[in-house]
């Protein structure tokens, strides 16, 4: 199966909102509940940030939001903080037992 | 606090083997489903194989199967992922992660870099 589909970059200014899209298939997002968004710096593992669709595990800041329509997925993230400045990847279950993620975001604060 | 430590990457050439470590700490790891992803250099993260709490069932994606082995042992609270036949494309910074009734990833490893050439 292939990768997700996200723009490679995005950016915006401190205190903007930026929406990040991850598009896949019916097969994928369109047909489970199960996308999850995750937030990795230079050098550092991947964070979970965004889970089932639209839930914040506990410490993420309320500035993250998710939303799915059909087969596309998106990350908001609101009131732009520079420490928002990294990579952000989309992961959707795919069904017998495989896991897809996006080919990931650069997002730049500007 | 817990934790997810992996270990054994390292220098391999092509058609050589490896085995990665993951060693869990502050979590009963037997109860989840732990997994393996990939992040080739510059790229993006890529799932590659998946064990169930109890070891019974294990998937793998096509680009690794039937080279790489998943298996846990847990009553030392380790995963492992033994790598054989390796080829260049193989070459990653390797996670093992964990999955928890979120159905997404939720903790995950620091990471360990296997490079394949020669």
């Known amino acids: 199966q292939s990768a997700l589909t996200q723009p490679p970059s995005a950016s915006g200014s401190p205190g903007q909102s930026v929406t990040i899209s991850c598009t896949g298939t019916s097969s994928d997002i369109g047909g489970y509940n199960y996308v999850s968004w995750y937030q990795q710096h230079p050098g550092k593992a991947p964070k979970l940030m965004i889970y089932?669709?639209?839930k914040r595990p506990s410490g993420v800041p309320d500035r993250f939001s998710g939303s799915k329509s059909g087969n596309t997925a998106s990350l908001t993230v609101s009131g732009l903080q520079a420490e928002d400045e990294a990579d952000y990847y989309c992961?959707?279950?795919?069904?017998?037992?495989?896991?897809?993620f996006g080919g990931g975001t650069k997002l730049t604060v500007l | 606090e817990v934790q997810l430590v992996e270990s054994g990457g390292g220098l391999v050439q092509p058609g050589g083997s490896l085995r990665l470590s993951c060693a869990a700490s502050g979590f009963t790891f037997s109860n989840y489903w732990m997994h393996w992803v990939r992040q080739a250099p510059g790229k993006g993260l890529v799932w590659v194989s998946r064990?169930?709490?109890?070891?019974?069932?294990?998937t793998y994606a096509d680009s690794v199967k039937g080279r790489f082995t998943i298996s846990r042992d847990n009553a030392k609270n380790t995963l492992s992922l033994l790598m054989n036949s390796l080829r260049a494309e193989d070459t990653a910074v390797y996670y093992c992660?964990?999955?928890?009734?979120?159905?997404?990833?939720?903790?995950w490893g620091q990471g360990t870099t296997v490079t394949v050439s020669s």
């Open positions: 992660a964990r999955v928890s009734g979120l159905w997404a990833f939720d903790i």
């Open positions: 992961c959707s279950y795919a069904g017998t037992n495989n896991w897809l």
């Open positions: 064990i169930k709490p109890d070891g019974s069932s294990i």
């Open positions: 089932e669709i639209i």
